[in-house]
């Protein structure tokens, strides 16, 4: 049996990666330093604690977590460590003469450029130490390439999405009753966190407002959880919208469809992001998307084919889209009908996890 350890925040992504694994017959465990994902059940794979590091305590927490992450590696003795997102651990299989693989999430690699030299460079030196180095977009791949990492040791692999539990088949039906959505109600989701800047889903809000002057039949479903709920919310009530609006915290990962399935139209805000899942997830589901004009959302949306692309932080932009697609029902099935072809062909979780373990197989025969 191969034991790989994780290097990784506790979250939706890591616990996918994690579980899949398990199954496979992998023994995984996990080292955090932080949480973002609440489990829906309890787990068997051990999680080993670190504490809490940020930006402002690193200079005190950073080498001890770094030495406790180095003894548990030393206690638990994996034939491979997999470090997502979290380049400054690579220190810990370094030390351990463990091989790894270093995977990009995103928002580590995108911010590179502006980053002081002693973090580029102990990115670069993490990313060449590492066997594999694995991202979700090209232009991660691209990214990594500028600072010196060499073609060959890249491998875009993005998360995908679970293609049985995300598609058209899934059934909103209940999900619009229970908020009092009525039949004829044409509703925009979106499913991106409201903790981070960068998601933006202020510029939806303040959206919502231009799009309710052409018309009333509209509703929106605003899922997420974070320290802006609070503000989002108040925001809506001074703009005389809080009526149209529907906040709707963290959900078990098999109800995301069905909640998607309640909507006609995505929407993402964010404008720092690579492959997104929440936006893979709503193209399986068949919705038509209107998401930021960022490279990360033009891998996967063509602008006019398969969804709308407008300029991040722009509410009238985004809701001139929103109308477009609102009056035009055939416009919108044409979009979801062209995103869940992509999704199929491209975003198949399954094919994902598949070019993931040949890795590992290939790390770990090596090490033998």
Not at 171 to 187: A, F, M, P, Q, Y
Not at 195 to 221: C, G, M, Q, T, W
């Amino acid at each position: 049996m191969i034991k790989v350890c994780y290097i990784s925040p506790v979250s939706i992504h890591s616990a996918r990666y994690l579980e899949e694994f398990q199954l496979k017959g992998y023994d995984m465990s996990i080292i955090a330093d932080s949480q973002t994902w609440i489990p829906q059940a309890p787990s068997s794979i051990p999680v080993y604690t670190l504490p809490g590091l940020t930006r402002r305590n690193a200079p005190q927490r950073y080498i001890p977590n770094l030495l406790k992450a180095i003894g548990t590696l030393k206690k638990i003795k994996p034939d491979l460590v997999h470090i997502h997102a979290q380049h400054y651990y690579s220190p810990a299989p370094i030390i351990c003469n463990i091989p790894y693989i270093l995977t990009s999430w995103g928002t580590e690699v995108l911010t590179l450029p502006n980053e002081n030299t002693l973090i580029i460079v102990s990115s670069r030196t993490a990313a060449m130490k590492a066997t594999k180095v694995t991202v979700d977009a090209d232009l991660l791949k691209k990214m990594w390439k500028q600072i010196g990492i060499p073609d060959n040791k890249i491998e875009v692999i993005p998360f995908g999405v679970d293609l049985k539990v995300f598609n058209p088949k899934a059934d909103g039906t209940k999900i619009r009753k229970g908020l009092g959505i009525e039949k004829n109600d044409i509703v925009l989701i979106s499913t991106r966190p409201l903790y981070n800047e960068h998601y933006d889903i202020e510029s939806l809000v303040r959206a919502i407002p231009f799009i309710l002057e052409s018309h009333k039949h509209v509703k929106f479903i605003i899922k997420g959880k974070g320290p802006l709920k609070g503000y989002l919310q108040n925001l809506t009530k001074n703009l005389g919208i809080s009526e149209y609006v529907h906040f709707v915290d963290l959900v078990p990962h098999d109800q995301m469809a069905n909640y998607l399935k309640a909507a006609d139209i995505y929407v993402s805000t964010c404008y720092v992001d690579t492959t997104s899942v929440s936006l893979l997830e709503a193209m399986a589901c068949g919705l038509a998307p209107i998401v930021t004009d960022i490279p990360g959302n033009r891998e996967w949306i063509t602008d006019g084919t398969n969804g709308f692309l407008f300029p991040p932080k722009n509410p009238h932009a985004l809701a001139k889209k929103a109308v477009s697609l609102i009056e035009n029902e055939n416009l919108r099935k044409q979009f979801g009908g062209n995103c869940l072809q992509i999704a199929n062909q491209k975003a198949s979780w399954s094919e994902s996890m598949s070019k993931m373990e040949n890795i590992y197989q290939s790390i770990t025969a090596r090490a033998q």
